[in-house]
């Protein structure tokens, strides 16, 4: 689905820091049918991704300590009013509003638990051309140790609501919802993931089979975390993986949107 303009707390970007982005290209290329681009020399070896001419992604050079991961910019009118905004409910900031170029505006933040995320105040640049198709991102999930904590924190910064998903349980599901929409998901980190995984927001592209994807990505050198899997009555399936250079995230073949 093409999209032109984002509303105010909806997840509008996403993009990868990784030690080798010429080879993370070659990899997304590959699995997604991704065009990847290079930016201009002022954007420091960022550059864009493209599914039918529109952009869909960005990658470049690793910023954060750690592991490269995949990050979440949530779209917003005013970046510094939601920095104003996160200071005030206890979540903490990486990196203040700054411009990039005359793309828009941005930063960067950790909530209460530590899960990182971005803001995006558009410029030109107006966040995913498309969304909810094949190579395409199509949903935002925040994997927290804290699941009330996050809720209360998200809530206040963004105006979203909480949608509990089945029964009450350590393994219940949330969705994130703006005026009765669902823009996301929450769920509590597994018992079984390791410790040392800080709470994250998990990003998931669309695929037309699951299986084949999975299967493809190990081709291509990355691995399969958690292998294919039925959700919603087998109205979706998912799976989770990692790349060659280790940035996990996901694949999901049917629509997680509301």
Same mark, same amino acid.
């Given at each position: ?18 030690p080798d982005p010429a080879a993370a290209g070659e990899f997304y290329s590959a699995l997604f049918g991704w065009d990847v681009q290079p930016g201009p020399p002022e954007a420091g070896g960022y550059a864009m991704c493209y599914l039918r001419g529109r952009m869909v992604a960005g990658l470049g050079p690793q910023q954060n300590p750690g592991p490269p991961v995949w990050s979440t910019y949530i779209n917003v009118d005013d970046a510094d009013a939601t920095a104003a905004a996160v200071t005030a409910n206890g979540g903490t ?53 804290? $699941? !009330?904590?996050?809720?209360?924190? &998200?809530? @206040? %910064?963004?105006?979203?609501? #909480? =949608?509990?998903?089945?029964? *009450? ?27 040392? $995984? !800080?709470?994250?927001?998990?990003? &998931?592209? @669309? %695929?037309?089979?699951?299986? #084949? =994807?999975?299967?493809?990505? *190990? ?28 940035? !996990? ?6 629509? @997680?949107?509301?």
């Amino acid at each position: 689905m093409d999209i032109d303009t984002y509303e105010h707390g909806v997840p509008s970007w996403v993009d990868l820091g990784t030690p080798d982005p010429a080879a993370a290209g070659e990899f997304y290329s590959a699995l997604f049918g991704w065009d990847v681009q290079p930016g201009p020399p002022e954007a420091g070896g960022y550059a864009m991704c493209y599914l039918r001419g529109r952009m869909v992604a960005g990658l470049g050079p690793q910023q954060n300590p750690g592991p490269p991961v995949w990050s979440t910019y949530i779209n917003v009118d005013d970046a510094d009013a939601t920095a104003a905004a996160v200071t005030a409910n206890g979540g903490t900031t990486l990196v203040p509003p700054m411009e990039v170029m005359d793309s828009g505006r941005m930063a960067v933040f950790a909530d209460p638990a530590g899960a990182a995320f971005g803001v995006w105040q558009p410029g030109t640049h107006r966040g995913a051309g498309i969304r909810d198709e094949p190579g395409a991102m199509c949903w935002n999930e925040l994997i927290t140790t804290d $699941v !009330p904590g996050a809720v209360a924190f &998200y809530r @206040a %910064v963004f105006g979203w609501e #909480a =949608s509990p998903q089945g029964e *009450s349980s350590p393994a219940a599901y949330t969705e994130w919802q703006l005026g009765g929409r669902s823009i996301g998901g929450l769920m509590a980190k597994p018992a079984d993931m390791p410790a040392e $995984v !800080p709470p994250y927001w998990m990003v &998931y592209f @669309a %695929v037309a089979d699951v299986d #084949a =994807s999975t299967t493809r990505v *190990s081709e291509l050198g990355g691995a399969v975390v958690v292998p294919g899997q039925d959700i919603e009555s087998g109205r979706m399936r998912f799976a989770v993986v990692t790349d060659p250079a280790g940035a !996990p995230f996901s694949v999901l073949a049917g629509s @997680a949107d509301g």
